[in-house]
């Protein structure tokens, strides 16, 4: 006696890959969630219960003027480097993206260099360019002719050195993000965009970046954040942000902990400010992309 055949299904098959065993996980969490609930706990009594910390101090400062003036110069220093960061980066992706071999060489030179030298250094290095360089002469090159000659040390001061150092090292970072961005989107746009008379400016400027914007969008918001506390690092040459507030504070006080919790804790109210931002931008330019679904569609021929 032969066996019945089935008919072959020939519509969608709809296969369930979430995991079967959900009680089990189900524990696990709780467990993990147990043993983090634990370590909040003790966090926070340490946070409480330890006089070191010496919370009136840290209330009396949190908003003293002086703290306040350096977070203000901390915020104006974060706008200006990321502005011209942004501009330096796209002149970066441009060498590194260009067809003529110089300008492919100049951009992936000054990544290299930025990429190799600790950001400290390099702002020591511009910081002390007087030693280097006396004077910025303006004039015609390999003569004699000069137009006006002005002393370096006017010009690089502790906030233009601060700014163009942290310029310089976001633009390295920016411009390759630019890149991976404008590289993630498939040639097969461009031969479209040229099939259809657009210049390269053009395609550049409709096709490619509104496509590429959505990978380029998260990196680029954690690196604007990055840059925010690398304004940190300018308290070397002595620019007062917020961190040598802080430090000419408990230079004369004593009262380390409780001035460098004063710091952390307008870090963390401005990164976070900063990464609600950040979300925001993430949500608007996924609009149009569909999460996949727990269940998996897989098609069978008829």
Not at 166 to 183: D, H, M, N, P, S
Not at 273 to 287: C, D, F, H
Request: glycine letters at 8%.
């Amino acid at each position: 006696m032969s066996a019945v055949e089935q008919p072959a299904p020939t519509g969608p098959i709809e296969i369930d890959l979430t995991t079967p065993d959900i009680g089990r996980r189900r524990l696990s969490w709780w467990i993990w969630g147990g043993v983090g609930a634990v370590a909040l706990v003790g966090i926070a009594r340490f946070m409480i219960v330890t006089p070191g910390w010496q919370w009136n101090v840290v209330a009396e400062y949190l908003f003293k003027p002086e703290i306040l003036r350096g977070v203000m110069n901390t915020i104006w220093l974060t706008v200006l480097s990321a502005i011209t960061g942004l501009i330096a980066g796209g002149l970066v992706a441009f060498l590194r993206m260009s067809e003529n071999p110089a300008f492919r060489a100049a951009g992936t030179a000054f990544i290299w260099l930025m990429r190799a030298i600790p950001a400290l250094v390099v702002l020591l290095f511009i910081f002390f360019m007087g030693a280097l360089v006396p004077e910025f002469t303006f004039g015609i090159p390999f003569t004699d002719v000069t137009f006006f000659s002005v002393k370096t040390n006017d010009v690089i001061n502790k906030f233009s050195a601060a700014l163009i150092g942290l310029t310089l090292i976001q633009a390295a970072y920016v411009g390759e993000i630019y890149r991976a961005g404008i590289l993630s989107v498939s040639k097969g746009q461009y031969e479209a965009a040229g099939a259809i008379g657009m210049t390269r400016a053009q395609a550049m400027r409709r096709i490619i970046m509104p496509q590429a914007i959505r990978v380029i969008i998260p990196p680029l918001s954690n690196e604007l954040i990055t840059l925010f506390k690398s304004t940190s690092l300018v308290s070397v040459i002595g620019f007062t942000e917020l961190l040598t507030s802080v430090q000419l504070v408990y230079g004369r006080t004593y009262q380390t902990i409780p001035m460098l919790l004063v710091a952390c804790l307008w870090y963390l109210l401005l990164t976070s400010i900063a990464m609600v931002g950040q979300s925001a931008l993430e949500k608007r330019y996924s609009k149009g992309f569909v999460r996949r679904s727990k269940l998996k569609t897989l098609e069978v021929p008829a």
